[in-house]
């Protein structure tokens, strides 16, 4: 099968523009210029993204834990969903390999800690 090559960064995946040494595109460099800019940014760099399957088991704790919250926004009218959830998850996610060193680890810590 055959993807849609991008240089749209998706999260979690490595970005092949940077990985070619190129400078990104100044409107996604410039995330936080004037008002609203940083979900203009957000836009510009995901709105028209290719998506891609994330098949990922997920403990019961940590599901019910987000339906909670889900349901909780449900009452502030805030229209969203679990997909769009682990979207904006993924987006405030760590940047770097040893942020996402630090944060497995803690993971692992909370995992397996005794009860």
Known sequence: MRTRRTATP?????????AA?????A??????AGAG?????VERLYATAPRRTLNARVSADLLERYARLLGGLRGDRLNTSMTEVVHALLHAGPRTEEEVRVLVREWRRARDADP
């Open 27 to 32: 409107e996604a460099v410039d995330a936080g």
């Open 21 to 25: 040494g190129r400078e990104p595109a």
């Open 10 to 18: 998706v999260p979690g995946f490595p970005n092949p523009v940077l």
């Open 37 to 41: 800019g940083a979900g203009l940014a």
